[in-house]
């Protein structure tokens, strides 16, 4: 402030005031933005006491992008000789909202931009496609709805499905005022995906079993469409989607007569069965996938009221037209297809499908028709014999594992598709469930990493909790599962599975096969009983069994009969 007793500031004093530019204040007092209280003698600007709230006003509004044009307009009103009257220059209010619109527009603008370049960086897409992208961004959701209407009528042309196909014409692209990158990116990717043949023919394989499954019309108890199981009906909730009051999938199926809720309780719980089977590593073709897979065929029974034919009871006609339904359904191009229109819509994606259906689908093919248990299986297990046997095959399997280098982990090994290490990794886990199922609390992490970065110590522990298991908990004279399975019986499958485990991975790493051949003989014997009768199909936890050669060792023909090549 100048000492003169004014009260008046020189632009310099104004500049070191505010920390604004001189340069920057000579340009606003030009522009009207900052007008001069006096000057001196010789002409230099002097500011009033307001000048720095004004100055931080004319700062904050230029900071927000508001033009100087608004701004004056602004300060003028705001201003108490300015004017102020009807029709006047806007308020600080009214400017505000103005530049937040121009703003909230720019800013759609510019998701759509990113979007678009988005989607071309991860599609790697052609230059001459970027203005196809662009236009395809721009559409109104009237046009958005008749490129997917086009497309599911070109589909579908001459199938009679209506309800298949009024459902899917009701599931439009409905992108919101606002939407997000993620929704621009795969409206952007749907409307390439309608485009693909892969999708339209599937599409008309799903609508052709829809129609070729629906009663001709005016047959009786003809609902509608058959529900297929693992695949939410077009413009239905997806199956996650539970709405009030629905029942936990779960527990009762809902009452008879309600066959779209009866649709969903069996597409969820098929998910959570399988994802709960896979989990817990209960291979498909096991005694103990049975109850699971009549539990499920007993859900979905109703669910085909009204179909042609409909099964009635499980039966292998029923299990296998549930297998077909699985199997038809098991189109990729489709389920992205629901998930792109989820994401656009901005619903909650549908549940994946593929573990828990890919199990189901195994279950399905190695238990083609419901049946009692053979419990002649279950005989002759004698504990202290079993645990002679763990004992012997830890023995010298513990000694293939520990001549294992970190190199050796890459090996590929007889078990398709698994190097050495994700062997290491199994047979650490058969110690470690058999070991929760002795303590009455079975692990559900079959997928996690038991190895860590020392697998001889966590195979070592891995036998050691075990054996203390077994022999501690009094599981080797104990029940377990639905059928009441021997827990000796349980351990005896551990040791099959460590012996043939031993076996792929002494081939692996070039040691001898030639395992426990104390008790090599004895645990061939209890595999032939014990999964004798098990079906070697697709999915299976065996091949084929496979020739031994004369003379081989009773460890090679454990790995022929497992469906390894001994020779």
Known sequence: MNEDGTGLLTIGELAKLTGVPVKTIRSWSDQDLLPPAARTPAGYRLYGPEAPARLEIVRSLRELGIGLAAIRAVLHRELPHGLNGVGGPPSLAETAAQWADALDAQIRTLRLQSAVLRSVAARGSAAEELPYMTELARLSARERRRIITDFVEDALDGVDAPAYRSGLLAA??????????????????????????????????????????????????????????????????????????????????????????????????????????????????????????????????????????????????????????????????????????????????????????????????????????????????????VMRAYAEVTRDVAALVAAVRTEDLALPTPCAGWTVRQLLDHMVWENLMATSIAEGTPRTDHTADHLGDDHRAAFADAVDAARTAFTGSGMLHRTYGPYEAPGAMIVQQVVVELLAHGWDLARATGAATGLAPETAAETLAAARRIYGAAPRTEGSSFAPERPAPPGASATDRLAAFLGRDPA
């Not at 952007?188 to 009663?215: D, F, I, K, N, Q």
């Not at 008879?256 to 994802?275: D, F, K, N, T, W």
């Not at 291979?283 to 499920?296: G, K």
Request: hydrophobic fraction near 35%.
């Open 172 to 385: 439009t692209p409905d992108l919101p005022d606002d939407p997000t990158p993620e929704q621009m990116g795969a409206w952007l990717e749907l409307a390439a995906l309608v485009r693909e043949p892969e999708l339209r023919a599937a599409l008309r394989r799903l609508a052709e079993y829809s129609a070729r499954m629906t009663p001709p019309a005016g047959e009786p108890d003809a609902p509608g469409e058959p529900q297929t199981p693992g695949k939410r009906t077009p413009g239905e909730r997806t199956p996650g989607e539970r709405p009030p009051g629905k029942p936990d999938p779960t527990s009762e199926p809902p009452a008879a007569g309600s066959q779209e809720q009866a649709a969903h309780h069996v597409a969820e719980l098929m998910r959570i069965r399988g994802e709960e089977a896979v989990a817990a590593g209960l291979a498909p073709d096991s005694p103990a996938a049975e109850p699971v897979i009549a539990e499920l065929v007993a859900a979905w029974l109703p669910t085909q009221t009204g179909t042609a034919d409909p099964p009635t009871e499980d039966s292998p006609a029923a299990r296998a037209r549930l297998l077909e339904q699985l199997e038809t359904a098991a189109e990729p191009a489709v389920e992205r297809y629901w998930q792109l229109l989820c994401t656009v819509t901005g619903r909650p994606d549908p549940p994946r499908w593929g573990t828990a259906g890919t199990w189901t689908a195994a279950a399905l093919r190695a238990h083609p028709g419901p049946y009692e248990l053979d419990r002649s299986a279950f005989d002759g297990t004698d504990p202290d014999r």
